[in-house]
T-cell receptor
Framework: DAGVTQSPTHLIKTRGQQVTLRCSPK?????VSWYQQALGQGPQFIFQ???????QRGNFPDRFSGHQFPNYSSELNVNALLLGDSALYLC??????????FGPGTRLTVL | KQEVTQIPAALSVPEGENLVLNCSFT??????LQWFRQDPGKGLTSLLL?????REQTSGRLNASLDKSSGRSTLYIAASQPGDSATYLC??????????FGRGTSLIVHP
């Protein structure tokens, strides 16, 4: 079992661009959650997907959107990038509301 | 809104010491509490998960306790080793099952 995987590992973008991050959940998991972790901070919840629908959302603007596919994998899209979007983006998967397992993260740098 | 505080923010100790990391939370109506380890720039590794009905969990040299009434949890690390150097994060999940994270305790164990 490969666990939760994320791609890419690192990404550099410029302000105003758009970015897509990808996550494959652990085998047997059907729920994917996304988190943003700024340097020196704890992860902040962005949103959660279950049955291809956004089930819960944290305090993030509409520039942050997502998608879940029938195979339970998920994408996080961020439009109109700002310098403040630079962070480690973490994906976590779970079997519905059970324990979440985290991936290695994608480091996004916005210049 | 749940708030999670971790004390101390940073800790530097010689190898072999027994350590206590503290986590406090404001809303005692929790579903579970989890301790994670994070190495620099990496994802989260789950160390211990304590369900709301439990008082403590143990894994090897690690022991975590939970006192819901006082809104506190402690992570005890016995006989610390240089390999324990990392950031330790506390996360509290409530009725939404989405964890709220503290900012972490950065631990350095020097030989």
């Amino acid at each position: 079992d490969a666990g939760v995987t994320q791609s890419p590992t690192h990404l550099i973008k410029t302000r105003g661009q758009q970015v897509t991050l990808r996550c494959s959940p652990k085998s047997g998991h059907d729920t994917v959650s996304w988190y943003q972790q700024a340097l020196g901070q704890g992860p902040q919840f962005i949103f959660q997907y279950y049955e291809e629908e956004e089930r819960q959302r944290g305090n993030f603007p509409d520039r942050f959107s997502g998608h879940q596919f029938p195979n339970y994998s998920s994408e996080l899209n961020v439009n109109a990038l700002l310098l403040g979007d630079s962070a480690l983006y973490l994906c976590a998967s779970s079997k519905q509301d059970n324990e979440q397992f985290f991936g290695p993260g994608t480091r996004l740098t916005v210049l | 809104k749940q708030e999670v505080t971790q004390i101390p923010a940073a800790l530097s100790v010689p190898e072999g010491e027994n350590l206590v990391l503290n986590c406090s939370f404001t809303d005692s109506a929790i579903y579970n509490l989890q301790w994670f380890r994070q190495d620099p720039g990496k994802g989260l590794t789950s160390l211990l998960l304590i369900q709301s009905s439990q008082r403590e969990q143990t894994s090897g040299r690690l022991n975590a306790s939970l006192d819901k009434s006082s809104g506190r949890s402690t992570l005890y690390i016995a006989a610390s080793q240089p390999g324990d150097s990392a950031t330790y994060l506390c996360a509290v999940a409530g009725g939404s099952y989405i964890p709220t994270f503290g900012r972490g305790t950065s631990l350095i164990v020097h030989p």
